[in-house]
């Protein structure tokens, strides 16, 4: 296992460690020790930890500005400046809350953008097919739906079959219908796959509805984690989570609506 990382992120070369992690049941798909990233000589992620199982969805949840983008960013690779040690699967998948579609390409060759080897667009087909975009393989970017171009740059990330899938804030421009389609979707996807997901939202419902074990980041740290308990489909309905959200909701400084009380005249 690769150990020493000082200023620079280190990827496992082949296959996972099989290693456990201390207070988690499976493997680690992610492993993060004592991670400091700066900016300005400010630390915006100050000494964290992390691990994530194989297979494991977990939610992250944070103020905004409080360094969640960056946590994202290490994970992905594409941010190498920092201090601490990583550790994630060599493959990995990345997708934003804005879908980043290059409008001259039609959307399968977009899903396969940047894809090692010469994939052919049966691949890509497949992937489209997967997130229900089957009828617009051959469609131009900038003729697809908000929700549709988000689930192209989800079909973009499968095709990488990734062993950890990283979102940051995938549903966030979408209105509330189709985003409870997307968010169904990612749940299928998930359990379909069977990847290590890594959801950034700030919409704590979702956090509990999809995940294992929701994070709360706070002072450049993991300040606080629940896990979730509950088969799915879940039912944001359920005493638990009713119970959880308030929790959460409290760690983010945010004071809960009571329930509605309905009185009749
Ligand atoms: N390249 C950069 N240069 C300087 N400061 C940066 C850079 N990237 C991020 N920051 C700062 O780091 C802090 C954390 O940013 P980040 O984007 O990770 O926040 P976030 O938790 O994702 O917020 P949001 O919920 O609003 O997306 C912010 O204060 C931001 O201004
Ligand atoms: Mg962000």
């Known amino acids: ?3 020493e990382l000082h200023r ?3 990827y496992l070369k082949g296959e996972l460690e099989k290693e456990k992690v201390a207070g988690e049941s499976g493997d680690a798909a992610v492993r993060v020790r004592s991670l400091t990233r700066s900016f300005d000589g400010r630390a915006v992620i100050d000494d964290l930890q992390l691990d994530i199982g194989t297979g494991e969805f977990v939610a992250l949840l944070g103020r905004s500005g409080c360094g969640k983008s960056t946590l994202l960013r290490v994970l992905a690779g594409l ?5 601490g040690e990583v550790l994630v699967p060599r493959r990995k998948a990345v997708a934003f809350q804005a879908p980043r579609l290059m409008p001259w390409k039609r959307v399968w060759r977009n899903v396969l953008l940047g894809l090692p080897g010469r994939p052919g667009r049966a691949v890509a087909e497949r992937a489209l097919t997967e997130v229900g975009l089957g009828h617009r393989v051959d469609a131009w970017p900038k003729t697809l739906s908000g929700g549709e171009a988000q689930r192209a740059s989800l079909a973009r990330a499968l095709v990488r079959e990734p062993d950890l899938l990283l979102l940051d804030e995938p549903f966030g421009a979408l209105d509330a219908l189709t985003r409870i389609t997307a968010q169904q979707l ?17 919409d704590v419902e979702e956090a509990l509805l999809l995940a294992d074990r929701v994070l709360v980041m706070d002072g450049g740290v993991i300040a606080h984690q629940v896990r979730v308990d509950r088969d799915r489909p879940r039912d944001i309905a359920d005493p638990l989570l009713a119970e959880l959200r308030t929790e959460l909701l409290d760690r983010l ?5 009571e329930p509605a009380v309905h009185k009749v005249a």
């Open 186 to 202: 990612v749940g299928e996807l998930w359990q379909r796959r069977g990847c290590a997901v890594l959801l950034v939202t700030h």
């Open 79 to 83: 941010d190498r400046e920092i201090e």
């Open 8 to 10: 620079q992120v280190n």
């Open 1 to 3: 296992m690769a150990t």
């Open 253 to 257: 400084g945010v004071k809960a609506p």
